[in-house]
């Protein structure tokens, strides 16, 4: 029985074994202990090759709190600020992950670059464009891996999507629908940095936006984008009576929420496919619909998720035609196996620092995720469709 189970084993797909090279260790630190640092560390730690050497937060104290409650000891973080942390050459850190607020990202990127160090950043990559191209600037003369936090590319049905569309089963691809969202979801649980605008800048737009929008764009191959004509609002966020500042006892959160709660968009891209686009924290609706692609052989519809965190929402269907009948093609959900979304993040960015390989989620592609974002924003402002021009880096 043993011998024919290996005889079987022979088949099985996915027969590769990742060795670790753990004489060399990278040396990381952490920019900014909040709540997703957790994730980071707890990720760091399932590294055989990795010593987290520093931290720094703004808040004081906060750093030495967050490396004490995940038992992790011997880390310096008597650092004001991330620029402290950066300027300390005892600690000849190899990589940091930042996981600042919004506002914070390119500053502390551009630090970290300019600082010789590799980069794990979280997403949005930032706030504007022209921040991002600054931040690439950077990375261009660093020669450094800038990495961006998009880890549900890491999931096996969010790969299916970009295989599908690069089978060709779709055909041509002219028309796509993406975005979701929540009907009562303005992330608070944590404070405010979401909500602020000198801490987060773009809110729901941004936070699950970029989400939304890197599904669709990385499987078609991040084609330019040409014009945007956006819309924004801020209508249950800046209500004290909003049914989540109510339960939780925080009503003056109204008076602090300078985000955007809402966002829709019609944006034109290069190669003449549209791509009709809406997100959401708060709405009166349960979702705003599932995320469709249109080809001329065939039509993928990716069902939405409730909480909207940018992954696949149950099986995929392609609707398509076999020998002159129209049939539809379910597509299994792939169930997770292997490391989570996290550790396979932090792994692979170690790993193209480590190989000298290109970053797993590169700049160069979410350039074209922010210059859309920074569009929506601009034309939900001036009330009018915008051309995007993406700065030379
Ligand atoms: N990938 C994901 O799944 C995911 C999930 C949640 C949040 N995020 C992203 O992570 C980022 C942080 O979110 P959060 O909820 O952890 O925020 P948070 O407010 O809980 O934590 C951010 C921390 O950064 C610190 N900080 C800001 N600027 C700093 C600087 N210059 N130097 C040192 N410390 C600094 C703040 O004091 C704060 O403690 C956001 O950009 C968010 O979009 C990603």
Not at 86 to 115: G, P, W
Not at 176 to 197: C, L, N, S, V
Request: aromatic share 8%; proline share 5%.
């Amino acid at each position: 029985m043993a011998n024919e189970a290996s005889v079987l084993d022979a088949f099985k797909e996915n027969q590769e074994t990742t060795v670790i090279d753990t004489n060399k260790k990278m040396r990381v630190g952490i920019i900014g202990t909040g709540w997703i640092a957790d994730a980071h560390i707890k990720s760091y730690k399932n590294q055989p090759d990795v010593e987290i050497v520093a931290g720094a937060d703004l808040i004081p104290g906060k750093a030495e709190a967050f490396f004490k409650k995940h038992g992790v000891e011997g880390v310096k973080t008597n650092y004001k600020d991330h620029a402290e942390m950066l300027a300390d050459k005892s600690l000849a850190l190899d990589a940091v992950s930042i996981c600042t607020y919004n506002r914070q990202h390119a500053n502390c990127a551009i630090d970290a670059l300019n600082a010789g160090i590799h980069v794990m950043l979280e997403k949005p990559f930032t706030v504007t464009l022209d921040e991002a191209v600054e931040v690439m600037r950077a990375e261009k003369k660093s020669g450094k891996v800038l990495s961006i936090g998009f880890q549900p590319r890491l999931d096996e049905n969010m790969q299916m999507i970009k295989k599908i569309v690069e089978s060709g089963e779709l055909g041509q691809i002219y028309y796509i629908q993406t975005g979701g969202g929540r009907r009562r979801g303005i992330p608070t649980p944590f404070g405010t940095t979401f909500i602020e605008d000198k801490t987060a800048g773009l809110g729901a737009l941004a936070d699950i936006g970029c989400y939304s929008l890197d599904m669709v764009l990385n499987a078609i191959g991040y084609p330019k984008p040409l014009t945007v004509s956006g819309y924004k609002s801020a209508f249950f966020g800046t209500d004290p009576k909003y049914s989540n500042y109510v339960a939780t006892g925080h009503p003056e959160y109204a008076a602090l929420f300078g985000v955007d709660d809402f966002a829709a968009a019609f944006i034109r891209l290069e190669g003449g496919i549209v791509l009709d686009f809406r997100i959401a924290w708060a709405m009166n609706m349960d979702t705003p619909g599932d995320t469709i692609i249109l080809g001329t052989k065939g039509g993928l519809r990716i069902p939405s998720t409730e909480c909207w965190n940018g992954s696949v929402g149950g099986p995929m269907k392609i609707y398509h035609e076999v020998a002159g009948s129209q049939v539809v093609t379910e597509i299994p959900i792939i169930p997770m196996n292997g490391p989570s979304l996290f550790d396979r993040k932090i792994r692979t960015f170690l790993d193209a620092c480590k190989n000298g390989t290109p970053a797993p989620v590169p700049s160069s592609q979410i350039l074209y995720n922010q210059a859309i974002l920074d569009a929506i924003a601009k034309s939900a402002t001036i009330g009018k469709e915008v051309e995007v021009e993406i700065p030379e880096v």
